[in-house]
C-alpha cells in the first residue's frame, strides 16, 4: 500500500512540476543562481581560511638584530623575544647559519657559495599562536633595544583574514537571500499549481481525502525542483571552480596561493546543495498548499 502511495505522490508531483513549464524553469534557475553565487563564496572562503593555515603553520617571523652586537650580546636577547606575548618559540641564527642557509637555497649558483658571512645578520627565528595579532608582534619585537629590523608577511596574512571574513559574512547573507527569494519562486509555483486544480482538491476534500493526501503531491513536486536545482548547480560549481583553478595554477608563478582541490570538497559542497535545495523545494510547496488547505 505504502509503495502505491509513493508510485502515486511522486507521479503527480512530477506532473504537477512539467505542468507550468516556465514557473517550474523559473524556480529551478533562481534557485540555481542562489547556490552558485552562495557556493562560490563559500569556497572562496574556504581557500583562503586554507591559505592562512599554511601561513600559521609557517607562522616565521624573522627579527635582525643590530650589526654592532657582539655574537654574545645577540644570544642574550633570545629572552626578551621568548617572553612576548603570541610568541610559542624563538631560534636563534647566526651569520654563519644564515650564509649556508642562503647558499644551500640557490645551489646551482657559484657566485652565492663563497659569500662572506659579514654581509648577513644575526637574527631570530620567531614562530606566533595567532597570525590575527602578527602586527601587535611586529611592534613589539621593534621595541627591543637590539632587534635593527623585523621581517614578517603582515600584507599577506592580513590580506587573507580580510578575504575569508569578507567572504564568511557574504555567505550568511546569501544564505539567508537563497532560502527567502527561492522559496518565494518555489510557492508562487506551487501556488499556481494548486490554483489550476482547487476544484480537484475541492472534490477530493469532499469525497474525504485527508490534508495529508492532497499535500504529499506537492511536497514531492518542490522536492524534485529543488533536487534538481541542486544538482545542476553542483555541476556548474565544479566546472566553474576547476576552470578558476587552472587559471590560478597558470598565472602563480611563486606558488603564494594554494587552491583546495575539489576532489576533497566535492562531497560537503554536494550534501550543501542537496539540503539547500531540498528545504528551499519542500518548504516552498508547504507555504503554498497551507492557504489553499485552510481554505
Known amino acids: 500500500m505504502r509503495n502505491h502511495k509513493f508510485g502515486y505522490f511522486f507521479h503527480e508531483g512530477l506532473s504537477n512540476m512539467f505542468s507550468h513549464g516556465f514557473m517550474s524553469f523559473a524556480a529551478i534557475g533562481i534557485t540555481v543562481a542562489c547556490l552558485l553565487i552562495m557556493g562560490t563564496f563559500t569556497l572562496v572562503a574556504v581557500n583562503a581560511n586554507a591559505n592562512l593555515k599554511d601561513l600559521e603553520s609557517e607562522n616565521q617571523i624573522l627579527a635582525y638584530v643590530d650589526d654592532s652586537y657582539s655574537r654574545d650580546q645577540a644570544e642574550a636577547l633570545e629572552s626578551r623575544i621568548a617572553a612576548l606575548p ?76 580580510t578575504i575569508r571574513n569578507v567572504a564568511t559574512v557574504v555567505c550568511v547573507t546569501l544564505i539567508l537571500i537563497l532560502f527567502v527569494v527561492s522559496v518565494f519562486i518555489i510557492s508562487n509555483t506551487i501556488k499556481l499549481t494548486t490554483f489550476d486544480r482547487r476544484e480537484e482538491i475541492a472534490i477530493m476534500r469532499m469525497v474525504g481525502a485527508t ?59 554536494a550534501a550543501s546543495f542537496a539540503g539547500a535545495g531540498i528545504l528551499v523545494g519542500v518548504g516552498g510547496s508547504l507555504s503554498a498548499i497551507r492557504r489553499f488547505l485552510q481554505v
Not at 99 to 112: G, K, L, V
Not at 221 to 232: D, N, P, S, T, Y
Not at 243 to 268: M, T, Y
Request: overall charge negative; glycine content about 6%; some cysteine.
Open 86 to 161: 603570541n610568541v610559542t618559540s624563538v631560534t636563534f641564527i647566526s651569520r654563519e647559519e644564515a650564509t649556508a642557509n642562503f647558499q644551500s637555497q640557490y645551489p646551482d649558483e657559484q657566485m652565492f657559495q663563497d659569500l662572506d658571512p659579514e654581509i648577513f645578520q644575526d637574527r631570530y627565528a620567531v614562530h606566533i599562536a595567532d597570525l590575527k595579532q602578527i602586527d601587535s608582534t611586529v611592534k613589539s619585537l621593534y621595541s627591543i633595544e637590539g632587534i635593527e629590523d623585523v621581517s614578517a608577511h603582515e600584507e599577506i596574512a592580513n590580506g587573507f583574514i
Open 211 to 269: 490534508s495529508s493526501f492532497i499535500r504529499w503531491p506537492f511536497v514531492y513536486e518542490g522536492f524534485m525542483l529543488g533536487l534538481l536545482g541542486a544538482v545542476i548547480a553542483f555541476f556548474l560549481q565544479w566546472g566553474l571552480y576547476e576552470a578558476v583553478c587552472q587559471g590560478v595554477n597558470a598565472n602563480d608563478s611563486l606558488n603564494l596561493i594554494r587552491v583546495v582541490e575539489f576532489s576533497s570538497l566535492w562531497k560537503p559542497v
